[in-house]
């Protein structure tokens, strides 16, 4: 089933950003289950993991940073574990293929257009990092060009000239980061060419995706990871859901068909907007989307005596905080469906909703990082009867 292939990485020693390259893939996935089953056993049943058929060139996002030698050579790539020293990548296993050729071309782009480069140390320059994404359904192709300042001399030549070489890409867009900050992305963004955004189909449904939206980064494994929550909440059509942390919109936007009513909760404005905008051109009529705090969101709910029979969750890898896990406990949703990008952080939590009026049911580790040590998992729990 999985591949057997070992395919060799050049540039691991330096990168540091997978830790399992040059390992076959059945070994990576022993180790993910060992360490999913070490910490979550004793709470639940944990399920075999699902792997990937073919676990290379599954990022449908790349970020290079851009950099100028000593000698005056124009690097991009990623930072050298713990520096700051640009590591120069051509192709990576783990990325879109089509999103790396782009970056290469546009480092020669830079070089002909004597585009200066951001230097990190002066705060002198004006390109500073490149983003690519890519829709894995769709093929669209956006680019981001995350510059200094708004200002860009030659940008419609630039533009025409990268299309030249590269007609898949169905928009550019200039992103202006003039901070000292460790942010890859400023708040303004000026679009070049195309919409601004590019679209992506994930369970059969039709995503808007923004440059500063948040969206899976391994569509194949996603698929799998939300059809299994879903399965999971075991909806029969008369449920109201929150699904916090919600981003653009895409767990509840495949629940709704199964469930009464979605309620989407993010922070994020931007992202909101996009949840909006993907649920009306979807024709998704029973979601709504609030722009608030989960948690402050989930107390107004509870205090005001409304009821929730389930819970999706997908937090940052911090894991939940207690205030929005002590908001689950006071709206008392008959079923929380946890999904995690850090078990570590899952069972903490699994531990503070077990002492609070739950129980943990079952766990599905999904390998949504192949090569790299992250391993995905969605664990269902339940309120316990009183």
């Not at 073919?54 to 030698?69: D, L």
């Not at 894995?136 to 200094?148: D, E, N, P």
């Amino acid at each position: 089933m999985y591949t057997q292939e070992v395919k060799e990485c050049s540039y691991s020693k330096k990168c540091g950003g997978c830790q399992y390259i040059g390992m076959p893939y059945k070994e990576q996935l022993k180790k993910k289950q060992k360490k999913v089953n070490k910490l979550l056993d004793k709470h639940c049943e944990v399920k075999t993991i699902l792997g990937m058929d073919n676990p290379y060139y599954y990022r449908n996002k790349v970020h290079a940073v851009f950099a100028r030698t000593k000698k005056g050579q124009i690097i991009s790539g990623t930072y050298e574990a713990g520096s700051h020293r640009v590591v120069n990548i051509d192709s990576c296993l783990i990325e879109n293929q089509v999103a790396d050729a782009i970056i290469r071309d546009i480092r020669e782009l830079v070089k002909s257009f004597k585009i200066q480069i951001y230097n990190e140390d002066t705060g002198y320059g004006l390109l500073r990092h490149v983003l690519i994404r890519t829709g894995y359904v769709t093929g669209q192709v956006m680019v981001v060009l995350v510059l200094a300042s708004p200002i860009m001399p030659s940008k419609n030549n630039f533009v025409k000239a990268l299309r030249k070489l590269h007609p898949e890409i169905t928009t550019v867009v200039l992103n202006v980061n003039d901070r000292h900050t460790n942010m890859v992305l400023g708040e303004r963004d000026i679009v070049l060419y195309g919409k601004g955004y590019i679209e992506d189909i994930l369970c059969g449904i039709k995503y808007r995706i923004s440059p500063q939206s948040f969206y899976q980064i391994n569509p194949v494994q996603t698929e799998r990871l939300y059809k299994k929550a879903i399965s999971l909440a075991g909806l029969t059509g008369k449920e109201r859901v929150i699904d916090a942390y919600c981003g653009i919109g895409t767990i509840g936007m495949t629940a709704a068909s199964s469930a009464a009513e979605v309620i989407g909760v993010e922070l994020n404005k931007n992202a909101v907007r996009d949840a909006v905008n993907n649920a009306k051109s979807a024709g998704i009529n029973n979601i709504r989307f609030v722009c608030q705090d989960a948690g402050e969101y989930m107390v107004k709910l509870a205090n005001q005596g409304e009821k929730v029979d389930v819970v999706f969750m997908d937090p940052p890898r911090a894991g939940s905080d207690e205030k929005f896990l002590s908001s689950i406990v006071k709206l008392s949703p008959n079923k929380v469906v946890y999904v995690s990008c850090n078990p570590e952080t899952l069972e903490r939590d699994i531990r503070y909703l077990e002492k609070n009026g739950y129980a943990a049911e079952s766990a599905w580790p999904v390998d949504m990082f192949p090569f790299s040590e992250h391993v995905e998992t969605v664990c269902l729990l339940s309120r316990k009867a009183q």
